[in-house]
């Protein structure tokens, strides 16, 4: 297949593993045609280390995708997880000059709400509109909630807006890696936007909904509310402190952690009815020597370290008083989320329903492998669509930055 503009490709430059994938349209759907897997180097918990050994991953994972399909790309979209980033919640609201609301006045109110004074190491990098109200009355704060008001009749105009912003620190290493990877920057997606639009349907997100992407290194919980993203955080702990957990519990190496970890791991003790030895190494020891753990001890271990990092979800969850608001629960995606009864053991500590997480093949299809929660981000990015008022909005507020030019580059 030759070049041509017909498809998209996106980046998910993970703590573990690096991937690329391709898709077209076919009849209202993405189809992923082509797609990449390197392991990531040069990047931890989360966050790029060494510029140079992540743009190698990139560069990688783009040659297998393009020997994949054998076709040639340049602008991709890519995520980014931010220990650091911020959800703003804003409203905007402008008085309508003429009858009906034109496409200016939208972008007036947008800028309204955007108009957020950003510190100078952050900038804004998603922005979503999802609530629209005409006449809203300043007493009783009711007014006609609308899905698209450009053509309305109105006084006044409001939305409501969910503001992210980032470290410049992050998005220029991401920049940099890309473009060293000899790819260039179409669009930059807060990682859990990006995995909310392949795994939680728009309903989940009017009821109140939490998704959690547990990965290798780090963990990304978001809530959804009204429609759009209210809170997002990033966590730096995830599958790979799982591992190291058991590693120092039973002296083994990492490696031999992994291996446990995957062939016996499970979420809950109490789903281990009968107890079995495992064979394994320690450290030191010489190949001669047998060493067995019990299972039921290993499951001990994994359920004491889940548990550690949704104590921490909950906490944050409880301290932005999130919590009551989750009316369609929680949804589990990323790598780590595969161990057996992790949406069980979830449930039992949040009592409130929990569920693993699908991907929706309505809007996007893959290969079965592909259709694995730690491609959630990847998937998600190629479904991502920006607002073109938001687009407008970003463009003119970062214009100079990094991320401006990116989108003037491409977008405009
Ligand atoms: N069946 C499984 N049971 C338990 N853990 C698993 C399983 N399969 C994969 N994992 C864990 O998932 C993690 C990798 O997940 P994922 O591929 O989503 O991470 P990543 O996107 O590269 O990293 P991050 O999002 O943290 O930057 C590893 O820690 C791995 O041990
Ligand atoms: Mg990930």
Redesign the pocket.
Known sequence: MARDDNFIVSV??????TVVLLAEEINGRLEVFGHGVSK?SG?K??LINDVKQTAQSIKDAAKKAYLSCNTDFHHVSVNI?DPHLTVINREGQIFIAGDEISEQDLDAAIKTARAVPTPTNKQVINSVSNCYTLDKDPITHQGVVVEQPIGQEAKTLEVAMHIVTVSNQCVNAIDQSIREGGLGIDNIVL?SLASSEAYITQDEKDNGVCLI????????FSVFTKGGITYSAVIQT???Q??QDIADAFDASFEQA?RL??QH?NAQVKSIRTDKLIKFQQVDDPEEVERYLSHQSLVEVIEQSYLNLFSQIRQDLKSQKLYRLLKSGFVLT???S???GCDALLLSCFKIRAKQGRVNTDRITAERSLLE??Y??ALGLLLFEYDESDLRAIQEENDGNIFGKIKQQFKF
């Open positions: 998910d430059v993970g703590s573990r593993k990531s990047i918990k989360g997880s990682n992407d547990i990965g290798a290194g780090v963990t990304n995830g599958g790979d799982v591992t992994e970890k995957l791991g990323g790598g780590a595969k161990i057996k929660p730690e959630a981000c």
